[in-house]
Structures are given as C-alpha cells and as structure tokens.
C-alpha cells in the first residue's frame, strides 16, 4: 500500500472520529491518535524518506494537506464542545430573575398613635396648637397647680411614681397646661398628647403607661357652651355625623364645674347593648371651665378670664373605635393582633 492511500485512509478516518468525538478528552484522544508522536500520520511522514523522489514528492504533499486539515477539524471540534459545555452550565446554574423577592416587613403606626395623630388633627382644625410636656414633671405641676389639695389620694405613692424629691412620672397630661400658661398670656388654645404613668394594677380597661390628649381654651368670655360646642363638633368629626353627645356633672380638682362626656353608644346607637351595659351611651371624656385657682397659680386674673379644658385616654378611645374590649392588647406588641389596625 502505498503512502498516498494510506493518507487518504487516515483522513477518512480521522475525519470521522473527530466529528464523533462527544468530549474534549475524546477528541484529544484523536488528535494523539494521528498527530501525537506515535501517531499515525507522523509515521507516514517518518516514512517519505524510505520512498522514491516521485512518489515522496506526491505523498508529502498530501500528508502535509492532511496533518493541516486534522489540525484544523480538531480546533473547530474543540471550540463547538467548548460552547456546547459553556451552554450547558448556563442552563443547569442560571437564576430565575422572574421568582417573587422576600418581602421586608415594614413596619406602621400603632393603632393608638394613629388615632393620637387624628384627635390631635380634628382640634388643630378648630384653631388648637399641639404643644408637648415632659414625662417627667415636678409634683406642683402635676398636682399643687392644678389644685390637688396635700391629702388627695393620686398624689399617695401607691397611685404615682415619683423619682426623687418633688418629682414625679406625670399622672396626666394636665400639667402642660400650668407650663404653657406660665409661658404665655391668654388667649391660650392648645392640645396636648403624649404617654402618662400611673401605678394601676393592669387590667381590661387599665395599664401602667398609657396615653392621653388634653385640651385648654383659655380667654376673656369663653362659656361652658364653647365647651359643649367644640367637644360635640369634635365627636361628631370622630365618632360619625350621627354621634349624640351628653354631659354628666362630675368631679375634677382643676375644673368647676366639671363633667363627663358620654357618646351614643357606636354598637346600638343609643338601644342598649351589651358594650354600652344597655345604657346606650359611652363614658368619653372628662371636661370642664378651669377653676379659678388654677389661675393663681400661673399668675392669670382670675377675675376677668375663663377658659375650659378636656382630657380623653387615647387608648380608650383606641379601643371604643376599634371594638377592643382589653386594653392590655394594645401593649402587647402581638403582631397577629397589630396587623389588623
Ligand atoms: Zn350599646
């Protein structure tokens, strides 16, 4: 057999197993096959030398076209198995950009400072100014202006908590009013939110820290019907259009005469129910015209001005908007029971 057929027959054959090669090491296993040191197209052309000038001449030729078309099948084998892994790994490690991200909880206001914020709006929305006091307010503030006299039983250490001499947490929001008006001449008309400290056992309808808005018009002719006015246009604007409003007398040291406001009940509109303990009406808020001591005791003549103030507990408030029947709920930080508001 001559060199000639032998590369023909080389070619054909190497052709073939490089196109069959289904891996990079197969296909090298073909490239050594033929081109390696003992391979077989090196052999051949080992060989030339051993031929005569004719056939040396035609048989080098074709086994250099042959090396150079093995080398070149082999190079673009290589490359096509090279993509065909590259595509493969795309598939199998891809990421799915279209799969939902985790959601970050985000957190919201509590239902008792959301419906602080409102209160505090309704009043600004009939010329009331926020003001803010501190949590922690000197005993005159909270009881000696505000006319408790020595022995009333809020100002026992059993009921407050005071820190150090003449300090005490505030048990209302009450004694903003002495420093708003210690710092201003009348007409005086602000609101006052913000978190009071009793020590009350907890239960249903009490906590230890709890939240209150406070409210005081003082000026030359304020009446008692400013008062029922502003707090029956106020329960209206919170409570519904259809809210009924009445006043009981009631008792406070910082106001006389002093009342109670009570609301149709929001469950049976006044039929009686259950909530209401078939009354018909829900115990609101206490009010009343700022008794004229209080006056003293922030320099105001008690002669020629009046003024009236109102107090609501904001959690309560919370709970008769919401339907709550424990107040301990909304300090307990439950997120299944938060996640409703
Ligand atoms: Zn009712």
Redesign the pocket.
Known sequence: MDLCDEATSARRAATSEIAAAKTLDELEAARVKYLGRKGLLTLLLRNLGKVGPEERKEAGRLLNEVKQEILSLVAGREDSLKQAAYSSSLASESLDVTLPGRRGAIGRVHPTLAVMDELVDIFVGMGFTPVEGPEIETEYNNFDALNFPAGHPSRDEHDSFYVGEGYVLRTHTSPAQIRVMQAQQPPVRVVVPGRCHRRDTPDASHVVSFHQIEGLFVDYDVSMADLKGTLAAFAREFFGPETRVRFRPHYFPFTEPSAELDI???????????????????EVLGCGMVHPNVFDHVGYDRASLTGFAFGMGVDRVAMLRYGINDMRLLYDNDLRFLDQF
């Open positions: 149709s009940c929001l469950v049976c509109g006044g039929k009686g129910c259950r909530v209401c303990k078939n009354s018909g009406w829900l």
